[in-house]
């Protein structure tokens, strides 16, 4: 095999790759479309808990490795998360701000390992809450600024009793 057609063989199968790539997020996102963020954040709501994050991903629920394309949610980013006392403001870069309500939220605990990230112990927040039609999905993020433990209990004070959906952390 000549150097020229062992380049030309190496080029195609990177683009048979990328073309791969793309086709399965196209899928993922049209699969995914009848899910939605919540948007925007209501008026005079107090916040209670403000920190630096980074947004890692949003997974089906207790299924920490099967992402998830909800719009504005499908990328890695960072930002900033505030706990209000109406429920959890997620001010990523580049998006609009996605706004859960205590009465989407189900559950508000620590996780290790989600898709495209491994912490120590502990050291992601795992969300738990209502998408479009009552689907649970946990969103994971990383305090970039310190100790998630008030963060995490602000957050848990939000969360209302439990009902018979039967979600589990």
Known sequence: MTRELA??????????VLLAMFFAWRARVRRDAHLTAPLGVP???????????????????DQP???????PLSFRARGEAAVTDR???????GAP??????????DVGRATVTIDKVVEPGG???????????TVVDSYIRIADGDPRNFISAL????????????TS
Request: charged share 20%; hydrophobic share 55%.
């Open 7 to 16: 380049i030309g063989v190496m080029i195609a199968l990177a683009v048979l």
């Open 43 to 61: 008026e005079h709501a107090e916040v209670l808990d403000r920190h630096e994050v980074l947004y890692v991903s949003t997974t089906r629920h």
């Open 65 to 71: 490795l099967e992402r998830l394309a909800i719009s």
């Open 87 to 93: 429920g959890l403001a997620l001010c990523l870069d």
């Open 97 to 106: 701000t996605v706004f859960v309500a205590s009465s989407r939220l189900v």
């Open 124 to 134: 992601l927040v795992r969300v738990a809450w209502r998408a479009a039609d009552d």
């Open 156 to 167: 848990q004070r939000l969360v209302p009793a439990a009902d018979d959906t039967g979600a």
